[in-house]
């Protein structure tokens, strides 16, 4: 049995009035991520730290902007979600999932547990398997000062039975 391991990161920046969904759990906010998709960079962390993990390139190369199967404000749990499909093609499982948001606010640990629940359903992992924090940069760079959000994430696969 082989085991690897891949590290993913994202950022966007934050919008008005467009919804902050991180972890696959919509977040009261003003603001949200911009971008083609919903915006998770938590999910697309994930997705790009199982695929690195597995040598199949990145987010990118997988859901470009101008592919019809990816429209405009696709969920990004749906693509992690097709991730796991594609590890599984490659004759990969997903192991276990750590990712950490930083973001100076909102708060985000009541949404944590949501967020396990959502990534682990994608991933069709057990809880035990995701975890996620939150941090903030304490007013520094471009997460403290609130213009945008970032997550990086490290994953474990197996071309066994996790």
Do not use: C
């Not at 640990?109 to 035990?128: D, F, K, Q, T």
């Not at 398997?129 to 997460?143: C, M, P, R």
Request: proline share 5%.
């Amino acid at each position: 049995m082989t085991t690897r391991f891949g590290i993913g990161y994202d950022a966007h920046a934050l919008e008005a009035g467009v919804p902050l969904t991180l972890g696959g759990v919509r977040i009261p906010s003003e603001r949200g991520l911009a971008g083609h998709s919903d915006g998770d960079v938590v999910a697309h962390a994930i997705i790009d730290a199982l695929l690195g993990a597995a040598a199949l390139g990145d987010i990118g190369t997988h859901f470009k902007p101008d592919d019809p199967s990816v429209p405009k404000g696709v969920t990004s749990t749906s693509l992690l979600e097709r991730t796991t499909a594609m590890l599984r093609r490659a004759g990969w499982s997903a192991v276990n999932v750590d990712a950490t948001i930083v973001l100076q606010r909102p708060r985000l640990s009541e949404y944590v547990p949501a967020m396990r629940w959502a990534i682990a359903a994608s991933l069709g992992v057990g809880l035990s398997a995701v975890s996620i924090k939150a941090t903030t940069e304490d007013g520094l760079g471009f997460t403290g000062s609130e213009a945008g959000v970032a997550a990086m994430a490290v994953a474990s696969i197996t071309d066994g039975n996790p």
